[in-house]
């Protein structure tokens, strides 16, 4: 216990200044206090007596077998239930259930997260048998609960029982006591959906989701799984926690960390929170399991400790990159160096006479295909390939850091030798087939394999005709809208400079999520069908399953990042921002500000556009040096002014800048 307190203490003391206050806040679905209770009734069936009293903590009786009331505590939560027995007769009794969606409310069964199954009960309900306790009663820790939005409580005798003082002791984000404390925000209003407050509520979710995603160390799913109904969540995560896994309700009972996942979750996480110990103890995990001999990491950690995805192997080593550029943490990469290097000579050793990765270790985020001369698993070697060379220049192994700049170069030739289809316009999945997937092409833009501005703007475009209502149909994993992988493409449509296409994409695909009456509209779920179904992967692996489906999977929020990264243009270019860029992509907004906090402090951004021209508020801290790119600075040579003196900019460099306060502007 005091190994853990001593973690979790660094941890917090780690995460950094709270963001400035503002209309933002309003938008934050954290809550106030680590200690929830109901918001609302959802649902009664049978006999109970005084149900509204419940959201009040007031006491309700419920009077029949069979009789219950479901309570919505509003958002995503999850954690322990306690409430009060108000002197039970000796035959009382009850169940609790819980679920995310709505849809799957039931007096007997819960929304499954032990294992699929096509009737939806693997789980089943949590009896609170016979005598029941007069007083408090208190959810025991093993049956911890990771993600629930509903919970049902069914009277299971024929005796009265009255409840009161129902709570969920939140148990994600064990470290930190004001779960509301960001060290970053984001706001803008979106003139053109249905809700102007759009893109502000997205980031906030984004953020949130990530949160009920990091964990205490001893709350993961046991494996082997407990026999049917019922779950367990009491085993071992990892070497350290907290530790950040890809699922409030499921997947963070299945592994420690799925580092796939992480691509898209921790920048999530330091635009938001700056909370990466969790980011930090997950990845450690995944370096102590490296086989010794080949430098095979595992795809996930414990307890399920799944094997053989040269992807997530590569996933693993492209977070250890962006751990460092948020961190700046030197001494924990030099302790990793090691076990990283080998990993990354494990990828290396298998390319082939070709020059690209024959990919043999399949698992991978549930695509179909993905062996072999695979464009995919090439896509993420080549990102492995040019993030270790910039590591190797922070340990001061310049021989390496060559060798990998060299090798990533011959990659790109190869990759665009081989997999370039010229009559799509795109790249294909493999060399012996046409079908061109959505994960690779994204990767292509968003990691600059691509040739030319123009060859980027041609996947952006083709990316487009997988496009229905809700957003891409992957063609790689059919029926499939995925948000891990949408969450690339939503970066590449911006790489590609077809802000438009991006927002298109945010709004069909996130705003969909985001308010259909099926979700915890709160945090952003894993996946869906094409048509908008819960039954996601239902034919791939979840057994036609659709109470599996999790609605608060980090994998899913790449939008927080993105609208800071590309809408605000706030970028960091070398460790904790030492480097900075900023380059706003306005996208039809008129206005944007936000920023984040490192170890070096705030870096803001506040700009507005109008007939006059572009103007922008930097505040970012002393020491650091970077550069301004203003949109359309094409056009913009020799009207560009800095607290109101004419700059000199080149076209397409940008103002570069020491760190300080600034007003830059262009007028039109």
């Known amino acids: 216990m005091t190994t853990w307190l001593l973690l979790c203490l660094g941890a917090f003391?780690?995460?950094?200044?709270?963001?400035?206050?503002?209309?933002?806040?309003?938008?934050?679905?954290?809550?106030?206090?680590?200690?929830?209770?109901?918001?609302?009734i959802k649902e009664v069936s049978g006999h109970v007596q005084n149900p509204q009293h419940l959201?009040?903590?007031?006491?309700?009786?419920?009077?029949?077998?069979?009789?219950w009331v479901a309570l919505d505590f509003g958002i995503e939560v999850g954690g322990l239930i306690s409430l009060n027995f108000d002197a039970p007769s000796d035959a009382s009794s009850i169940a609790l259930s819980f679920t995310e969606s709505p849809v799957f409310i039931s007096p007997v069964k819960?929304?499954?997260?032990?294992?699929?199954?096509?009737?939806?009960?693997?789980?089943?309900?949590?009896?609170?048998?016979?005598?029941?306790?007069?007083?408090?009663?208190?959810?025991?820790?093993?049956?911890?609960?990771?993600?629930?939005?509903?919970?049902?409580?069914?009277?299971?005798?024929?005796?009265?029982?009255?409840?009161?003082?129902?709570?969920?002791?939140?148990?994600?984000?064990?470290?930190?006591?004001d779960l509301r404390d960001y060290s970053g925000y984001f706001f803008a209003s979106n003139p053109v959906f249905h809700d102007k407050n759009f893109l502000t509520k997205l980031w906030y979710a984004g953020a949130y989701t990530v949160q009920t995603n990091i964990v205490p160390l001893d709350t993961g799913r046991q494996i082997p799984m407990v026999r049917y109904p019922g779950w367990a969540n009491n085993a071992t995560l990892g070497i350290a926690g907290p530790i950040i896994v890809?699922?409030?309700?499921?997947?963070?009972?299945?592994?420690?960390?799925?580092?796939?996942?992480?691509?898209?979750?921790?920048?999530?996480?330091?635009?938001?929170?700056?909370?990466?110990?969790?980011?930090?103890?997950?990845?450690?995990?995944?370096?102590?399991?490296?086989?010794?001999?080949?430098?095979?990491?595992?795809?996930?950690?414990p307890p399920l400790s799944q094997l053989d995805s040269d992807t997530y192997h590569a996933w693993t080593l492209i977070g250890t990159h962006n751990y460092y550029l948020y961190s700046g943490d030197i001494d924990w990469l030099e302790t990793v160096w090691a076990n990283y290097t080998k990993a990354v000579g494990f990828l290396e050793g298998k390319v082939g006479p070709s020059g690209l990765m024959n990919v043999t270790g399949l698992r991978d985020?549930?695509?179909l295909g993905g062996g072999g001369i695979?464009?995919?698993?090439?896509?993420?070697?080549?990102?492995?390939?040019?993030?270790?060379?910039?590591?190797?220049?922070?340990?001061?192994?310049?021989?390496l850091a060559s060798a990998w700049a060299t090798n990533a170069t011959a990659l790109k030739e190869k990759f665009n030798e081989v997999f370039w289809l010229p009559s799509a316009g795109m790249f294909r999945d493999n060399d012996t087939t046409t079908?061109?997937?959505?994960?690779?092409?994204?990767?292509?833009?968003?990691?600059?394999?691509?040739?030319?501005?123009?060859?980027?703007?041609?996947?952006?475009?083709?990316?487009?005709?997988?496009?229905?209502?809700?957003?891409p149909v992957a063609p790689e994993l059919p029926d499939t809208i995925s948000p891990f992988i949408s969450g690339l493409e939503l970066q590449a449509h911006f790489e590609a400079g077809n802000d438009d296409i991006a927002m298109d994409l945010l709004r069909r695909e996130w705003g969909y999520m985001l308010y259909t009456n099926i979700s915890v509209q709160s945090t952003l779920l894993e996946g869906f069908t094409a048509n908008g179904s819960l039954s996601y992967r239902s034919y791939r692996g979840y057994n036609y399953d659709p109470a599996y489906t999790s609605h608060a999977h980090g994998w899913s929020s790449g939008p927080t990042s993105a609208l800071t990264y590309y809408v605000l243009g706030l970028t960091v270019t070398s460790p904790q921002g030492r480097t900075w860029q900023i380059a706003p992509?306005?996208?039809?907004?008129?206005?944007?500000?936000?920023?984040?906090?490192?170890?070096?402090?705030?870096?803001?951004?506040?700009?507005?556009?109008?007939k006059s021209g572009f103007t922008m508020d930097v505040d970012v801290p002393e020491g650091t040096s970077g550069v301004v790119k203003i949109p359309g600075s094409g056009t913009a040579e020799g009207r560009v002014r800095v607290n109101g003196e004419v700059r000199e900019m080149e076209t397409g460099q940008g103002v570069r800048l020491e760190g300080g306060k600034y007003v830059v502007s262009v007028a039109t």
């Open 13 to 40: 003391a780690c995460v950094g200044a709270s963001a400035p206050p503002g209309p933002w806040d309003a938008f934050n679905f954290a809550p106030k206090s680590r200690t929830v209770a109901p918001t609302a």
């Open 374 to 399: 695979n464009a995919e698993g090439n896509a993420l070697l080549y990102r492995v390939l040019v993030t270790a060379a910039d590591l190797a220049s922070h340990v001061n192994d310049s021989a």
């Open 55 to 67: 959201v009040t903590k007031g006491s309700a009786t419920i009077v029949g077998n069979g009789s």
């Open 110 to 177: 819960s929304d499954d997260s032990t294992y699929p199954t096509a009737n939806q009960s693997y789980d089943g309900v949590l009896h609170v048998p016979a005598p029941l306790p007069s007083g408090i009663w208190t959810q025991p820790a093993f049956s911890l609960r990771g993600g629930f939005r509903y919970l049902t409580i069914v009277s299971t005798s024929d005796e009265p029982v009255s409840i009161a003082n129902i709570t969920c002791a939140i148990s994600f984000a064990p470290h930190i006591s």
């Open 246 to 301: 890809d699922g409030a309700k499921r997947d963070r009972q299945v592994s420690a960390v799925w580092p796939g996942d992480m691509g898209i979750a921790v920048p999530t996480q330091f635009v938001s929170t700056n909370d990466l110990i969790p980011t930090r103890n997950a990845l450690s995990t995944m370096f102590a399991a490296i086989n010794p001999r080949t430098g095979a990491l595992p795809e996930s950690g």
């Open 435 to 471: 079908l061109c997937p959505q994960d690779a092409n994204s990767m292509a833009v968003l990691y600059n394999l691509t040739t030319s501005q123009e060859q980027a703007a041609s996947v952006s475009k083709g990316l487009t005709k997988n496009w229905n209502d809700l957003g």
């Open 585 to 610: 992509h306005p996208s039809g907004l008129s206005a944007a500000e936000g920023g984040f906090t490192t170890p070096l402090g705030w870096f803001g951004v506040k700009w507005t556009v109008s």
């Open 365 to 367: 985020w549930a695509r």
